[in-house]
């Protein structure tokens, strides 16, 4: 049984972790979070203390250290995206491992620091890249890399998932603190689309507002229109009429990946390989941080391989 502490326990992840933790047969000792609004933990860790101050989460930590030689082995951070790499880093202080949410960073600069202080450390940097894990896409990877097709893979990705005003109040409408939309809630997509489709060839943004983008990505093996949205308005309106406040589509050559299911045990199995060794660092994710990093940073073009619910 190893000994975790959550840091960031009031998030909307949170839970995701709490679960994973007590499903793999561990033990939280410690959560922190500047929000007290925590009851969930009582339906996994009701034991477990819990601090609305860094200072005192830290120094609970050492007096469990020192006083009762009860050490710490993984850090989980569920913490606003532009915290990340600084939580990381007080984990490898303590000997700990880092299991971090995505985007573990903001920007690829970040990831080369971490690098250089992992290498310092005993303990390793995780990170959660769940759409790896889920069979559909690992059944779609299988089919790329046997497949010897002379034509590139076109690729139309749509995700919409609503958000009401208050995403704007909140550290998730502020691009200096979340990355913007496409690292907010696209980065998972474009690792899971590199990790099967190969290495980025092209990058363009055709749109880039707070509550939508859009784009071009090629890779070796694919050319992929993209859209992503938190307006509900942009969904389809029939799947508004039916109540959904949600769209996702990934289409292949015209037809659909049906990936809507298996995604509630993703979080657990993303645990498991980590405490078996086999988790996910700071290499793997180099590649969807520069691939946000150049949609915040690219020029905006109009023309081009566009989305279709941008043509509309």
């Not at 609970?60 to 250290?65: F, N, P, R, S, V």
């Not at 920007?107 to 310092?120: F, H, R, S, V, Y």
Request: net charge neutral.
């Amino acid at each position: 049984m190893k000994n975790f502490a959550l840091i960031g326990a009031a998030g909307y992840i949170a839970p995701r972790h709490l679960k994973a933790i007590k499903d793999t047969n561990n033990n939280l000792i410690a959560a922190l979070d500047k929000f007290d609004s925590v009851g969930i933990m009582d339906s996994y860790f009701p034991n477990a203390d819990f601090f609305v101050e860094f200072e005192r989460f830290d120094r609970h930590l050492e007096k469990l250290k020192r006083n009762k030689n009860i050490n710490l082995d993984y850090v989980s951070i569920c913490t606003p995206n532009y915290l990340h790499d600084s939580h990381i880093r007080m984990a490898l202080r303590r000997d700990a491992h880092a299991i971090c949410e995505k985007p573990i960073v903001l920007n690829p600069w970040n990831i080369d620091a971490l690098e250089a202080i992992e290498k310092e450390s005993q303990g390793n940097i995780n990170t959660i890249l769940q759409l790896r894990l889920h069979e559909s896409i690992i059944k779609l990877k299988n089919k790329v890399d046997s497949h010897n097709k002379n034509e590139k893979y076109d690729v139309d990705l749509t995700y919409i998932t609503s958000r009401g005003k208050w995403y704007d109040i909140s550290w998730k409408g502020d691009e200096s603190k979340s990355g913007g939309i496409a690292t907010n809630i696209g980065v998972h997509f474009y690792d899971m689309l590199s990790w099967v489709f190969g290495d980025v060839q092209e990058n363009k943004v055709h749109l880039r507002e707070k509550h939508k983008a859009a784009g071009y990505l090629e890779f070796k093996n694919a050319r992929v229109r993209w859209f992503l949205s938190i307006d509900e308005n942009d969904v389809p309106t029939q799947i508004r009429k039916n109540g959904q406040r949600t769209y996702r589509s990934i289409t292949i050559d015209g037809e659909e990946l049906e990936f809507s299911q298996g995604f509630t045990e993703l979080h657990t199995k993303s645990y498991k390989e980590i405490l078996a060794g086999n988790g996910f660092g700071l290499k793997d994710v180099k590649t969807s941080i520069n691939i946000v990093h150049d949609i915040r940073n690219s020029q905006i073009i109009k023309d081009g391989e566009i989305h279709p619910f941008l043509k509309g």
